[in-house]
């Protein structure tokens, strides 16, 4: 009988790779988690980029942890703590900041009305992402009830909200921004939160989808609301490390996948950088899709038409981070601690800092949404120093470094637009462009969500063709990623879900692929 080591071997720590870990070893498993880097969390890490300044790296806000992996990991007493549960976007323009929502004016009430009327219908999706979508690798009667399941969630919307919903999901934002609005503030905001993390421009068709999933979660009861983590995604990453290893986890870091064992079509473990080998009959991969099925199984391993899915998987990432260690606090003419401000003036704004990037080139005037979230948070800077980071769009791969230094240079001269004096407050600050998520997290491409959150891949397309929600077509290997639904973000539904995915196939002796 061939060697096992463990009954389940997790590659990646990031937080739905310790999901997974979690619910396997309270189901009783044996569970082993390897990570590349010295540190859990993957992308959702606090870490020093100047001496004495920390920034929440890639991931920053938390908008969509569900409330079932909440619970059940019981995340909020293991150290998962709010420096702020709601940021109020404010747009940052000619005329000074608007805080978007507030007043009387006729932006104001559309806004306001705009955002209750999206907030009703991402409730009507969000039953959708805690559950394993219903697969179109079979035609049972279970699957076709979980249709029709969807489609009833939709009806109870009722009629009238129903056909509108199903009118606007794959327009795009810019048009519904022009139904809605007179002013271009309110146009510029909501077309950078629909493309923000995405490959996309405002006027890319299904930019309203983005928006709606972006809105699906809910912080203390109020859906679409934006929070902000104490201590960064990093005290979040180590929350879910102490849950895991609560369970029985065994956690190693420094420790490279290099390969997934494959024997007589099924997966059996894992090989380390230097050759070792390790054995378990349940493989959970926290790695892209690219990463996972091309580099650590290998294209001889797979079918032809699911090798050519996952070669035109699109997951080129092109937002840019950009983090700031400032000597004072920055005066932005408002009060910006519990705000998110959005440099994106106007719809055209944005869209013109896509076609920049289409063709490969950084944004020349970039758009972005700023945060200074040591305001909130005083753990991550000096007394009386402070860090600003901002999520930008956009900035393309492969930038030399003079490229890179003039790319950081606009962006810090957009933000000086609205604070005076920005430019002689800077002590240090760190640029992060897809190359430098690729390179320094293992991320295919640098997406954030390990490929965009679009609807030809989404819900049922997500997957790919002919595999069941979160199996893959080698028994034993499942994907627990971000690559899987329901996407990105921080939500650790991937996890969960594809460790309740392989209990279940356990349970039925390895059957369900």
């Known amino acids: 009988m061939a060697r096992q080591d463990f009954d389940a071997i997790v590659v990646g720590a990031g937080h739905n790779g310790m999901t997974a870990a979690a619910y396997l070893a309270r189901a009783g498993k044996k569970v082993l988690v390897l990570e590349a880097r010295q540190k859990v969390g993957g992308m959702a890490t606090t870490e020093e980029f100047h001496p004495g300044f920390r920034a929440s790296t890639v991931a920053q806000t938390l908008n969509l942890l569900h409330p079932r992996v909440l619970a059940d990991l019981d995340l909020e007493h293991l150290g998962l703590t709010w420096a702020s549960r709601s940021l109020a976007p404010l747009s940052l323009g000619p005329g000074g900041p608007v805080e978007l929502g507030k007043g009387h004016d006729g932006d104001s009430d559309a806004w306001r009305a705009l955002m209750a009327r999206l907030a009703r219908y991402a409730g009507a999706l969000a039953p959708a992402l805690p559950k394993p979508p219903p697969s179109l690798a079979t035609d049972s009667f279970a699957n076709k009830l979980e249709f029709l399941k969807f489609g009833w969630g939709l009806r109870k919307l009722g009629r009238r909200d129903m056909r509108d919903m199903m009118r606007i999901v794959a327009m795009n934002a810019s048009d519904l921004g022009d139904e809605c609005f007179a002013g271009d503030r309110a146009k510029g905001a909501l077309a950078f939160d629909a493309i923000a993390g995405t490959r996309m421009g405002p006027r890319s068709p299904g930019t309203v989808y983005t928006l709606l999933y972006r809105m699906a979660g809910a912080i203390n009861g109020r859906a679409g609301a934006v929070g902000l983590p104490a201590g960064g995604m990093g005290a979040v990453a180590d929350a879910f490390a102490t849950a895991a290893r609560a369970r029985g986890v065994e956690i190693r870091t420094g420790m490279a996948v290099t390969g997934i064992l494959v024997e007589n079509d099924h997966a059996v473990g894992v090989v380390l950088d230097g050759g070792d080998e390790l054995r378990a009959p349940l493989v959970l991969s926290n790695a892209d899709p690219r990463t996972t099925f091309l580099h650590l199984v290998g294209p001889t391993g797979l079918d032809t038409l699911f090798s050519r899915r996952v070669h035109h998987w699109r997951d080129r990432g092109v937002m840019a981070r950009l983090h700031l260690a400032l000597d004072a606090k920055p005066q932005f003419g408002a009060d910006v601690e519990n705000a998110r401000m959005l440099l994106a003036e106007s719809r055209d704004a944005v869209e013109r800092a896509f076609d920049d990037v289409k063709y490969g080139a950084p944004a020349q005037r970039p758009v972005m949404e700023a945060i200074v979230p040591s305001l909130a948070d005083p753990s991550l800077a000096p007394d009386g120093k402070h860090v600003l980071s901002a999520t930008v769009a956009f900035g393309p791969p492969g930038l030399d470094h003079a490229a890179r230094e003039a ?31 690729a390179a320094r997290y293992g991320v295919s491409g640098g997406h954030w969500h390990h490929g965009e959150i679009s609807l030809d ?21 499942y994907l627990a990623g971000a690559g899987a639904h329901p996407g990105g973000n921080i939500t650790g539904l991937p996890g969960r879900n594809a460790a309740l995915a392989a209990l279940e196939d356990l349970a039925n002796q390895g059957g369900g692929h």
């Open 457 to 477: 891949q989404v819900w049922v397309l997500r997957q790919g063709p002919g595999v069941k929600p979160y199996r893959t077509p080698i028994p034993g290997l």
């Open 407 to 437: 790319f950081a240079d606009r962006i810090v001269a957009r933000l000086a637009e609205h604070a005076l004096g920005l430019p002689d407050l800077i002590l240090g600050r760190e640029l992060l462009l897809p190359d430098d998520i």
